[in-house]
């Protein structure tokens, strides 16, 4: 069994985390969900706490524990780290080093861990320098990018920008973990 944390942040493929977390957790290992402030207006705690079966973390201030810093604990318990769905301001945050919140703290404590991120963003977003920029920094670091696919998306458009397959993203996973 393998240690995988979920993070999950503000993006309309939330919803997909869940399937994902069913799929990891039928696979024998066990999930570790760390949710954005902005994943759960998208997604309930509840769905993704019932299907990882563990407590879902989402704020570095919901238990403070002087034996255990939670974000650091989980951080070195971790096998890989997973972002999906990641948006471009999760993605310009991990790539500037910058943890101002449960999920980038851990993410940053993570490092020597293999990270994998899923973008998932309006057609235009994923297109911009910045991001393009961002995600290339992330790739020279070594953290795995599943590139989106391109298909409807959530603004009405078609374009890329569509969270991968949970199938392709699993896969990757399993490449990572070997």
């Known amino acids: 069994m393998k240690r995988i944390i979920l993070g999950i942040t503000g993006s309309i493929a ?4 869940a399937e994902i ?7 024998g290992h066990r999930v570790d969900v760390i949710m954005t402030a902005s994943a759960a207006r998208f997604i309930s705690p509840l769905t993704l706490q019932t299907l990882a079966g563990h407590k879902v973390h989402s704020t570095l201030f919901d238990e403070i524990a002087v034996e255990d810093v939670r974000h650091i604990s989980l951080a070195k318990a971790a096998d890989l780290c997973l972002v999906a769905p990641a948006t471009a ?3 310009a945050k991990l790539a500037c080093g ?12 993570a490092h020597g861990k293999p990270i ?5 963003m309006n057609t235009a977003m994923l297109a911009h320098p910045a991001t ?10 070594g953290y795995a990018i599943v590139e989106p696919r391109t298909g409807d998306l959530a603004c009405g458009e078609v374009g890329t920008g569509a969270l991968a397959d949970t199938t392709r ?9 070997c």
Do not use: M
């Not at 939330?14 to 985390?17: R, V």
């Not at 980038?104 to 404590?109: F, G, I, P, S």
């Not at 994998?116 to 998932?120: L, Q, T």
């Not at 993203?169 to 973990?177: A, S």
């Open 89 to 91: 301001n999760i993605i």
């Open 132 to 141: 393009q920029r961002n995600i290339q920094t992330l790739k020279s670091w």
């Open 116 to 120: 994998v991120v899923c973008p998932a």
């Open 169 to 177: 993203i699993i896969k990757t996973i399993e490449e990572h973990l």
């Open 98 to 109: 910058i943890a101002d919140d449960f999920l980038t703290t851990t993410l940053l404590a």
């Open 14 to 17: 939330a919803y997909k985390a």
């Open 21 to 27: 977390a069913r799929a990891l957790t039928k696979a």
